[in-house]
């Protein structure tokens, strides 16, 4: 019950051009981004979780978290997204909810992942 009270209004955090997406315990947070300022607006957002984590004193496994550009000219700008003083791994694919995804929204890798477990 005091997780649901934790995670009751996080959404309202997210008020710049970034959305988000509750899962059970996890959160995802999107953006479409063009330009420098949504990158920008972007880091204002995880900067936000990253205080609201620190009042609430909720800690967040941000080593868990990882940032993936998907389809974009976004990562041509060689920014770095920070949770606090950690930056975010950038990844070019992600494992979520038990498929695998990557920057092209292609799923060759989550295809290779079943085939290499159907012949173990």
Avoid: P
């Avoid at 620190?54 to 993936?68: D, G, M, N, V």
């Avoid at 949770?83 to 992600?94: H, I, L, P, Y």
Wanted: hydrophobic share 45%; proline share 0%; net charge negative.
């Amino acid at each position: 019950m005091l997780f649901i009270l934790y995670v009751n209004d996080i959404a309202d955090l997210f008020t710049n051009g970034c959305l988000c997406k509750l899962y059970a315990v996890d959160l995802k947070l999107y953006a479409n981004v063009s330009t420098v300022i949504d990158l920008e607006n972007t880091q204002s957002s995880v900067n936000c979780l990253v205080e609201r984590s620190r009042i609430w004193q909720l800690k967040i496994s941000h080593t868990k978290c990882s940032f993936l550009y998907i389809n974009g000219v976004a990562n041509s700008y060689n920014v770095d997204l920070l949770f606090g003083d950690d930056k975010f791994a950038t990844v070019d694919s992600v494992k979520d909810l038990g498929i695998t995804v990557d920057g092209e929204l292609k799923f060759s890798k989550h295809i290779g992942n079943i085939v290499v477990r159907a012949h173990a």
